[in-house]
């Protein structure tokens, strides 16, 4: 039986104490010690205050909650590892179903497969895994949950070798709208399970999922190099050339930023503008140092820390720069070509940035993602040689507006070099025909059907929404 302190709320005390009889996990409603924080999503420019959050321990808490949400008609938010940059994961007024207590998993080495419960971060998941010296594609920052990242594709160190995180999806326990539990696997529902692989939280509740996972490491080639800001652009034109012949092994990522004030960048250079390039090679080490070699040639480095360090290391490496509670809009998209003209509006608009904790993405591509086949998953885009991340970054709200401004004008500069298609995992709240703009038409139509199928009423809508036809 539930023992915390109820205190009315819009709901009324016996609902709520009803609720707290039926789960094991904690109940917390407005004026609840702990409601500040519990309310708390990772992106601080989200501040809303739910009629109640439960923490649910495992799949009847969180049965539990859909049936009250469904008997009271409230509006649900669905939390994992709460880092929905358009804020999903909360809500004002409605129900939140947290599932951050859902911290179990379980390794088959013999299987070479990996399950973890729906609120799993990613820093929890890589250790448990390389106890085995397995991995399987993870997030750049370790906090990110693995429930919301695999559901809307997943792009991390491992993308270019194992693929894009949905791609090692071999199945998911899910609670759907109506409350049932379902499975889906190749064997069982496999048309929800093609779903789940890039079409986001629209089915209902992944209380498990199950990974196929890789020898990977334990340790990789790793880490970032920094170079002068106002060389940026002379040395994205060499990242261009460089990434065209890469193995698999080798995934990479360009990213222009301003200097942190942080121990491994000289102080001289704290709050100056910067270009990076990370790497990680999975795979034998001297392969790899002869893999990066070249980037070393460009000379003249801010600081260089690539070398050898633990894959684990790597996962955790930027969680520093991306602490809970700072303010983050991103404006994304694929680079069908990175030429001349995108390169010079890139480099310009570093300088123009608005914010220090502001920063410009370019993801190198392709490897295993490109070679699965295009209908095998929802998740869309696999031929672009780059994804483009703008984020609009603050530590405070003041000078939020004209950072999103930057950001949204850099991606309408960039807009003749994209592909036009959208990665739901860093859209903003854009609207419906950016959603579309995710899957194309066919497969926008075969989420709907699934949609259907399986939350006709849209109770699942605190998402990159995909709507049932009959909204
Ligand atoms: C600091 C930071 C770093 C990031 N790095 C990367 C990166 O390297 N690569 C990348 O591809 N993306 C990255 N992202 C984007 C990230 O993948 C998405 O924000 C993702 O949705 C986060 O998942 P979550 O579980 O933490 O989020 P939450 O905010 O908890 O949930 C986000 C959405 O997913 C749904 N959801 C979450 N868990 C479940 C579940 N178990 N079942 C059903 N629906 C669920 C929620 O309803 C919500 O709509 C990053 C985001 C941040 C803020």
Redesign the pocket.
Known sequence: MATQKITPSVLGDGTIAELAEAVRGNVIAPGDPGYDEARA???GAHDCRPALIVRCTWVADVMSAVELARSQDLE???????????????CDGGIV????P?QGVRVDPQAGTARAE??V?WGRFDHETQAFGLAVT????S???????????????LVRKHG??CDNLVS?D?VTADGRFVSASAEENPELLWGLKGG????????S?EYRVHPVGPVVIGGPTFYPGERSAEILRFYRDFVRELPDELTTLAVLLWAPPAPFIPADWHGKALIALFTCYAGPLEDGAKAVAPLRELGDPVADLMGPLPYTALQSL?DPL?PHG?H?Y?KAGYVRELDDVAIETAARYHQEATSPASEIHF?HFGGAVARVDESATAYRERQAPY?MNVIAASYESEGYDAHVDWAQRLYADLEPSLTGGA????LSAEGEDRVRDAYGGDKFARLQALKDEYDPTNV?H???NVPPSAA
């Open positions: 999503i990772w992106n649900v938010a669905v939390r994992g590892g709460s880092h929905s940059i358009p804020g999903f994961s909360t179903i947290d599932l951050s859902m729906g609120g971060q993870g997030g750049l920052v906090t990110t949950g693995l429930g919301g990242f695999t559901l809307g594709g997943g792009i991390g160190w894009l995180t998911a899910v986001g939280g629209n089915f209902g509740i992944a209380v999922l930027l991306w700072k983050a991103m993801h994804v990665y739901i995992n860093f699942f605190l998402n990159q």
